[in-house]
Nanobody, 126 residues
Framework: QVQLVESGGGLVQAGGSLRLSCATS????????RAWFRQGPGKEREFVAS????????DYVDFVKGRFTISRDNHKDTVYLQMNSLKPEDTAVYYC???????????????????WGQGTQVTVSS
């Protein structure tokens, strides 16, 4: 059974930074693509960033480009989301997800991801 556990969320002032982590257990980390999604209050879950199995391909939604960076450490079985210049509209629960079917891609569609973490809350105050 694959388990994804997010950490690193919290309360931060606008303009601040946070780094989210997502640790994996139960299945080989390196043969999967990974992504971060988020769901704000009263909103649909939305794509944030993705990375393929070796980090050679990444993708970002437009509103985080230049502020967020996704990365992975295949030795630590962990994917990260570095979030800088945070804005109040970034407030959401952030989820990591794993795709073992197409690890060479960095997909944006949540239906491509089989495994999900429980989420970590990020709150940005103005």
């Amino acid at each position: 059974q694959v388990q994804l556990v997010e950490s690193g969320g919290g309360l931060v002032q606008a303009g601040g930074s946070l780094r989210l982590s997502c640790a994996t257990s139960g299945r080989a980390f390196s043969v999967s693509a990974r992504a971060w999604f988020r769901q704000g209050p009263g909103k649909e879950r939305e794509f944030v960033a993705s990375i393929n199995w070796n980090g050679g391909i990444t993708d970002y939604v437009d509103f985080v480009k230049g502020r967020f960076t996704i990365s992975r450490d295949n030795h630590k079985d962990t994917v990260y989301l570095q979030m800088n210049s945070l804005k109040p509209e970034d407030t959401a629960v952030y989820y990591c997800a794993a795709d073992y079917n197409s690890p060479w891609k960095a997909d944006m569609d949540p239906s491509d991801y089989t495994y999900w973490g429980q989420g970590t809350q990020v709150t940005v105050s103005s």
